[in-house]
């Protein structure tokens, strides 16, 4: 298997630049690559595999929100967040995710504070509330109200899991909808699951 020469820039601490070749390979042997194709390759590769686009695999978590017009908000915050990253790894993960809707409950001026660059830390342990690193379809939800487990969430909070009648509640707020995806589940919920020890 044949693997493109690239080369990682490194920022130390101390403040020098530092270039890196992954591997040596002939000119003679490697494809021709223009300028633009290097470009594209180390930007995605620096900002992570979050933005690496490939139409051709199953959607991810991060994927699916974005390809959601009901969770536009929720992309905005993950983006301001720069929590992009988590939501497309491997997993498995069960992420809640809130609507729309669900961020317009909140009271006026809270999003748009929250999206501010110095709340960044607060708005990424916020998010991190509504992900949940392991696979929790609707069934294994069930059980874990029949045995009375709540969930151990990425934001290091642990959330009740509830049920009435025929609804899932998590966090006290119901889930409306769920997806498979690639490295887990969506599941789109009607509320915001603010962590106790938000600040």
Known sequence: MKTKPLLFAFLMFTGTLIFVGCKEKSLDDAPATTSSQTETTETSSNR???FIEDENSEANALRTAI???DHSTLVAAV???GVENALVNVGPLSVFAPTNAAFEKLP??????????ENKEKLA?????HVAPSNYPIETLMK???KGRALYMASGESVPVTREGDD???GGTKI?????VSNGWVHVVEDIILPKNTN
Do not use: H, R
Request: net charge neutral.
């Open 48 to 50: 992570g595999q979050a």
């Open 67 to 69: 390809n959601s017009p």
């Open 79 to 81: 983006q301001a967040a």
């Open 108 to 117: 006026a001026g809270t999003v748009d504070d929250l999206l501010k660059p």
């Open 125 to 129: 342990y916020i998010l991190k509330n």
């Open 144 to 146: 874990n109200v029949d």
């Open 168 to 170: 899932i509640y998590v």
């Open 176 to 180: 409306v909808g769920s997806i498979k």
